[in-house]
T-cell receptor
């Protein structure tokens, strides 16, 4: 069974600085999807960024980028130029595609609470 | 458009009440999900519907009854709940299978449920 570990329960960063959230996972699969979701205090879970394991290039979305190290099973999220609106709970998640025999299940980490300070 | 809507936003109910949560999406997704989320915890999968048929039930108590009337709607019927069922209930949707991130799940804003 796959597991996802987020080793930082809480982090804080000053506005405009850069912060990196860590995520490691355990799987024997070769092809899979990885996601970072953000859940602000207003509660809606929002997709931040996603990565397909067969793609070597790290995904980027504006100020958000990942460092995907497949061999090390590491999928960290870097937030550049942090903004107050980035304050949220961040969840890392793993999914095996159905096309690869997977199910509909997302495997979540326990989350990292990020606070951006003014 | 990646919008999933949920109603109501808040719900307070007694243990003898019957209520329903509603979820709707118009993205053409054929998989829909119910999750339960406790404070400061990740979401826990409850049910999955694929092509309007129940494909996964994560051993959820029968006081929770899902229903998928059509490809755009998902309901969760609640009856005789317990105080420990108080939580945020999230709905999500995705394609059943595909490429180019089509299996990505998109979440609604949730219904905050309080059982007294």
């Amino acid at each position: 069974a796959q597991t996802v570990t987020q080793s930082q329960p809480e982090m804080s960063v000053q506005e405009a600085e850069t912060v990196t959230l860590s995520c490691t996972y355990d799987t024997s699969e070769n092809n899979y999807y990885l996601f970072w979701y953000k859940q602000p205090p207003s509660r809606q879970m929002i997709l931040v960024i996603r990565q397909e394991a067969y793609k070597q290039q790290n995904a980027t979305e504006n100020r958000f980028s990942v460092n995907f190290q497949k061999a090390a099973k590491s999928f960290s999220l870097k937030i550049s130029d942090s903004q107050l609106g980035d304050t949220a709970m961040y969840f890392c998640a793993f999914m095996k595609p159905r096309s690869q025999g997977g199910s509909e299940k997302l495997v979540f980490g326990k989350g990292t609470k990020l606070t951006v300070n003014p | 458009d990646t919008e999933v809507t949920q109603t109501p936003k808040h719900l307070v109910m007694g243990m003898t009440n019957k209520k329903s949560l509603k979820c709707e999406q118009h993205m053409g997704h054929r998989a829909m999900y119910w999750y339960k989320q406790k404070a400061k915890k990740p979401p826990e999968l409850m049910f999955v519907y694929s092509y309007e048929k129940l494909s996964i039930n994560e051993s959820v108590p029968s006081r929770f009854s899902p229903e998928c009337p059509n490809s755009s709607l998902l309901n969760l019927h609640l009856h005789a709940l317990q105080p420990e069922d108080s939580a945020l209930y999230l709905c999500a949707s995705s394609q059943v299978r595909g490429t180019n991130h089509q299996e990505t799940q998109y979440f609604g804003p949730g219904t905050r449920l309080l059982v007294l």
